[in-house]
């Protein structure tokens, strides 16, 4: 297997009022494609940071983030906003959806940054289907449950058909069910050949990783 | 899905925030249209009245102009027309000028259709013995007029016919004669045909007889000694700098002199008026001018107040509305919008903003021109609804002033951090 992102001795330290803070430290680790990596740790120990960092949006203070052999941090900005649009989906536990586009729009915004091929809606109504949001389209995040907001922001995610994909405690706001509907969901992306990096504090989530990563204190155990 | 869109569905959304921006823009854009509406109006007031005043002078000049007419013509003749070697001292001591010019310079003066004089009336005037009563008279022999223009006009001095008499008011008083009466003068029977009244000159002691009459008297045959005019209500006080030319050029060997000054006084109290017209005028000029320019100093000073103050306001509208959208721009940072992109989305929606404002403003700008008067009880004055350059104006500069207002805005949710915002959220 071919590895789709390579971190490398990532550190990133921030500098507050009481000295240097060492967020995340030395940190290394590869995904390839088709694995699905659960990173597990209590909160605060630096698992956002390394995702942020892995998802082109962090410069890292030491070390570097390779994906597909690229490191976006290399590029401009505007390069790597381009990289980001074209290589990498997120969801969040907050789902951040935009409160005033309605379902359909909310998953087309993932191609606000790229150009338009033609086939964007008709994926996205694919998506909208594959979730169970079809009677769903025309309402905004705030006439959705929460399991329906994070399915929505999953579509999103895959519109693109990212090679990453980056999940924040993707069930930290839904039940059970929810939150199965999702794991499930990012296991099948990673099945089918990207690679997903999932941080979480629910030791539950590993279940459905190929692969489960300890982390604390800004180092993977 | 496109940035228009989102812009579009975010102004949607939230409602009272893009109404607020666009009232605020409407605010300025409708005191810049109506300030300039009102000046509009001013302007179209002040032409209206100087039309107006410009109107009722030169009526009242037509009228001036034809009292003076009636005057003068009253007065009688007040131009004389002289031989060029006449010296003028003898003339004032005798009352009669003492050289003598051919009767046939009357003439020739009509024929050339002389235009600063008109009345033309050859004479012969000699102070005399009247032997018959034993009195010193002034005589007077006269013919009708040679008219200039028309055979229609009104003679200001009857021509007196042959074998008549026209006697002054104080000759016919202490002969004593009467009209009807006959009397001897040199020799001659005549008629009294006429007695002037009483004008207190000379005209007083003086016996007009006919022309031809008087030459065979005073053995004078053909000859004048004087021409009498009236001269044209010329325009200008040295109405003489005008006559002289124009008769030296006709009659090179005579000379104009002004037979009454009286007549001077009225047509300096012609041109006074004339000139207290357009003195007027102007005086209603400059206090329209100078309302204008109140006007414009007060709009000159609230136009940038509230354009300021409503570009503020815009500023302000569009700061809480990137603090509010604070994780929508990092969720679309991390989507891959590019900084400009985001830019491009705040100032896009200043940019309706603006448009709205134009639109909405200039409409209430209008209607408040409109309804403006421009003094209580003033007649409305109807301005175009459409000024399609001002209308451009504002179409392009509030949309343009909005964007400047929401700039360091926009420039700040352009510069987001998207990592910082997503770890805080």
Request: hydrophobic share 45%; net charge positive.
């Amino acid at each position: 297997m071919s590895a789709r992102l390579q971190i490398e001795s990532l550190s990133k330290s921030y500098s507050g009022p009481k000295g240097r803070i060492d967020v995340v430290n030395e940190v290394s680790l590869t995904i390839n494609a088709g694995e699905f990596v659960a990173v597990q740790g209590p909160s605060g120990c630096g698992k956002t940071t390394l995702l942020l960092a892995a998802g082109a949006l962090l410069q890292p203070t030491r070390g570097r983030v390779l994906l597909n052999g690229q490191d976006p941090y290399e590029l401009s900005s505007g390069q790597r906003a381009q990289f980001r649009a074209l290589n990498i989906g997120f969801v969040f536990q907050q789902f951040h959806l935009v409160p005033y586009l309605d379902v359909l729009d909310n998953i087309l915004a993932s191609t606000l940054a790229l150009k338009r091929n033609g086939n964007e809606h008709g994926r996205a109504l694919e998506l909208v289907e594959q979730f169970g949001l079809t009677n769903r389209l025309r309402h905004i995040p705030a006439a959705l449950s929460t399991g329906e907001r994070q399915r929505v922001a999953l579509a999103r995610a895959l519109l693109n058909n990212p090679k990453l994909l980056l999940a924040d405690e993707p069930t930290g706001n839904l039940d059970e069910e929810n939150g199965q509907v999702v794991m499930r969901c990012l296991a099948d992306f990673a099945r089918a050949g990207a690679a997903v990096l999932l941080v979480t504090h629910e030791p539950r989530a590993g279940d459905h990783a190929s692969r489960v990563v300890k982390m604390d204190g800004g180092k993977l155990r | 899905m496109n940035l228009y869109r989102l812009v579009f569905r975010e102004i949607l959304h939230r409602k009272l925030s893009f109404s607020l921006g666009v009232i605020s823009a409407a605010v300025a854009v409708a005191g810049l249209v109506a300030a300039l509406a009102i000046l509009q109006k001013h302007d179209a007031r002040t032409e209206q009245i100087i039309t107006a005043k410009e109107a009722e002078t030169r009526q009242q000049m037509v009228k001036l102009e034809d009292d003076y007419r009636k005057l003068m013509l009253k007065m009688g003749f007040n131009v004389m027309i002289l031989p060029k070697d006449q010296n003028l001292s003898d003339l004032y001591a005798d009352d009669f000028a003492s050289n003598y010019m051919p009767e046939e310079y009357a003439t020739r003066l009509a024929k050339s259709r002389v235009a600063t004089i008109n009345h033309i009336l050859p004479s012969l005037q000699q102070k005399v013995k009247w032997p018959e009563h034993e009195r010193t008279v002034l005589l007077m022999g006269v013919r009708g007029e040679v008219y200039v223009q028309s055979q229609q006009q009104k003679p200001l001095l009857e021509m007196v016919a042959p074998g008549t008499m026209i006697l002054g008011h104080e000759l016919a008083r202490s002969l004593p004669l009467k009209v009807g009466d006959q009397t001897k003068l040199m020799g001659h029977q005549f008629a009294v045909a006429k007695i002037n009244p009483e004008r207190g000159n000379k005209d007083d002691i003086t016996v007009w007889i006919n022309l031809t009459e008087a030459q065979e008297l005073l053995g004078k045959r053909g000859l004048i000694n004087g021409i009498l005019a009236l001269d044209c209500t010329c325009d200008t006080v040295d109405r003489l700098s005008r006559i002289r030319p124009e008769i030296a050029r006709i009659l090179p060997d005579t000379q104009v002199i002004e037979y009454a000054s009286q007549a001077l006084t009225r047509a300096e109290a012609r041109q006074r008026a004339a000139t207290e017209a357009q003195t007027s005028i102007q005086r209603e000029k400059d206090g329209r001018a100078t309302l204008r320019g109140e006007r414009e100093a007060l709009a000159a000073v609230l136009v940038p107040v509230v354009l300021v103050g409503s570009s503020i306001w815009i500023g302000l509208l569009a700061l809480a509305n990137v603090r509010e959208r604070r994780c929508e721009i990092g969720i679309l940072r991390a989507l891959g919008l590019r900084a400009r992109q985001i830019l491009l989305i705040f100032l896009g929606k200043a940019v309706v903003i603006g448009l709205g404002g134009a639109a909405f403003g200039y409409v209430v700008g209008r209607v408040v021109g409109a309804l403006w008067r421009d003094a209580p009880g003033a007649q409305p004055l109807h301005i175009a609804f459409i000024d399609p350059r001002l209308l451009l104006l504002v179409l392009v500069a509030a949309p343009v002033l909005a964007a400047l207002a929401s700039w360091l805005p926009a420039m700040s949710a352009s510069q987001q951090d998207p990592a910082v915002v997503l770890r805080e959220e």
